[in-house]
Nanobody, 115 residues
Framework: VQLQASGGGLVQAGGSLRLSCAASGRTFYSTYVMAWFRQAPGKEREFVAAISWNGRDQYYADSVKGRFTISRDNARSSVYLQMNSLKPEDTAVYYC????????WGQGTLVTVSS
């Protein structure tokens, strides 16, 4: 599975960004759990959000709950992360990931939130 994330950039605090991640290389994308993780400078990678294979269940880290929304489009083999009310502490490299019997990781996309 290859995962290609995009949509990162520089935004002011309080602003919004939408990250996208497209999967390729396999034909069973619709069965995967999809997730977003992030890694801030000098910190370990942390969980941000996840979504079940059919999109019915979403899970969020407490730090982003109510501000971020994860969604997916299985017809497009894509997962999205809508990020609203961004804070400087959201600054990180964001990674999308897919889980079947193991985790597959995409390259990261940098999100920088200025105060």
């Amino acid at each position: 599975v290859q995962l290609q994330a995009s949509g990162g950039g520089l935004v002011q605090a309080g602003g919004s960004l939408r990250l996208s991640c497209a999967a390729s290389g396999r034909t069973f994308y619709s069965t995967y759990v999809m997730a977003w993780f992030r890694q801030a400078p000098g910190k370990e990678r942390e969980f941000v959000a996840a979504i079940s294979w059919n999109g019915r269940d979403q899970y969020y880290a407490d730090s982003v709950k109510g501000r971020f929304t994860i969604s997916r489009d299985n017809a497009r083999s894509s997962v999205y992360l809508q990020m609203n009310s961004l804070k400087p502490e959201d600054t990180a490299v964001y990674y999308c990931a897919a889980y079947t019997v193991m985790w597959y990781w995409g390259q990261g996309t940098l999100v920088t939130v200025s105060s």
